[in-house]
């Protein structure tokens, strides 16, 4: 068994997350104290109650404190079987977080399997669906992975409601070298407004391609349980792909969420990392369980990164050699 303290790192609930994919793929339970301990709530929070159900059922596990507010949990995994299922966060929590639960297990294991999830594709503190589609999926299968999620409904809070069906064939990943940028592609926006006028996406999009000259965009207009709005940047390279999101608020016009989104991306950008440290504290987990040794260089070590990296080798025969000057260089070496 495992022993995880809550409390280290950043102290969120990353550390659930991570360990329930972790402990599901190679088979060894876990048992975490002080859950969440670092925020001024701790413990289990309905969100992070949808990771460890959903973990439960993927892989037949054995679960104990799995419940709203408990700070301990054991989780117990079986055999990670694949098929075809449906999960309902319940409120408007965030799908992409959901799907850090479960995402690396499934594509690393020998299975086929399904998902349709009903909860939040656009909230706060998370990234929204589209990222994941821009950003962390393309480099995903430049390791190898098959995957297609589709957003059948956008999810905003409070309402959530959103729905993504998302479809894996699990297979080993081969290591990701991210050294060099090469030259940039293009950089495309995604504009979306729900149960809003078309020229608040419109709007978005004129204010980042203020920022971002020469921006592809693309507008989505829908309809869904209750309004919201928000713009996804990425930029393509030829080496890898960097991304920023802004998310629209009652009272804040839609040019200053375009800026927003357009001046997170620049600065990214003119850093020079190789990955955004939004997307570095997640593509770090498949890199570690790819056959191989990766890296990549971002401009800083967040928070989640450092908790990822103090973590992930409690599970995997893996380690970590970090840079000390931006932007920091990455290594990731197999101890196989």
Known sequence: MIELDGSEGEGGGQTVR?????????????????IRAGR??????????????????????????????????????????????????????????????ALPALIVSPVETELRLIGGTDVRWSPPADHYQLVLFPLL???????????????????????????????????????????????????CAQNLPGKVAERMIAAARHELPGLVAEKVVT?????????????EYRGTFLGWNALGERGVPAERVGQEAA?????????????????????????????????FTVEKISGHLASQMRLIPR????RFIVGETPPHRVDVISRT
């Open 263 to 295: 001046v997170g991306l620049r600065r990214v950008m003119d850093l020079g990392g190789t990955l955004d440290p939004r997307t570095a504290d997640q593509l770090i987990t498949y890199m570690a369980l790819a056959e191989g040794d990766s890296c």
């Open 223 to 235: 309809e869904g349980p209750c309004p919201g709005a928000g713009l996804t940047l990425a930029a």
């Open 40 to 101: 001024p709530d701790p413990g289990l929070k309905p969100q992070h109650l949808a990771g460890v159900r959903l973990m439960q059922r993927l892989s037949s596990a054995r679960v104990e404190g799995d419940a709203v507010g408990s700070r301990e949990l054991t989780f117990i995994p079986g055999r990670i079987s694949g098929g075809s299922h449906e999960h309902d966060v319940g409120t408007a929590g965030s799908l992409t977080l959901l799907l850090q639960s």
């Open 141 to 191: 299968r430049r390791m190898g992975a098959e995957l297609e999620m589709t957003v059948e409904r956008r999810g905003f809070h409070p309402s959530g409601g959103g729905v993504v069906r998302l479809r894996v064939r699990g297979g080993p990943l081969s290591p990701l070298r991210l050294e060099e940028r090469g030259e940039l592609v293009k950089v495309f926006a995604r504009g």
């Open 315 to 318: 599970f995997l025969p893996v």
């Open 18 to 34: 991570t360990a329930l994919s972790l402990s599901a793929i190679t088979g060894q339970p876990f048992h975490i104290t002080d």
